[in-house]
């Protein structure tokens, strides 16, 4: 699970934007939460999400693409 900001975000709203996130995706309750939801609260950094998505683009655009699915 991540977040996302507004594109051109200044880079020091994002620096103070990550930890807090970070911390409240990470209380027991919400985590509890976000669980029961499916989602996987993993608490990394804005760089690690970035990786991540950009490693799982691919996949994604693959199954889209067999799937048949096109924009309307």
Excluded: C, N
């Excluded at 020091?12 to 919400?30: G, H």
């Excluded at 939801?37 to 067999?66: H, I, N, Q, R, Y």
Aim: no cysteine; proline share 11%.
């Amino acid at each position: 699970m991540g977040f996302f900001a507004p594109a051109h975000t200044p880079a020091p709203v994002l620096d103070k934007l990550a930890p807090a996130l970070r911390e409240i995706t990470q209380s027991p309750e919400l985590r509890s939460k976000l669980l029961d939801m499916g989602f996987e609260p993993l608490g990394g950094t804005p760089d690690e999400f970035a990786a991540s998505l950009k490693s799982e683009f691919p996949l994604w655009a693959g199954l889209v693409k067999a799937a048949g699915v096109t924009a309307e």
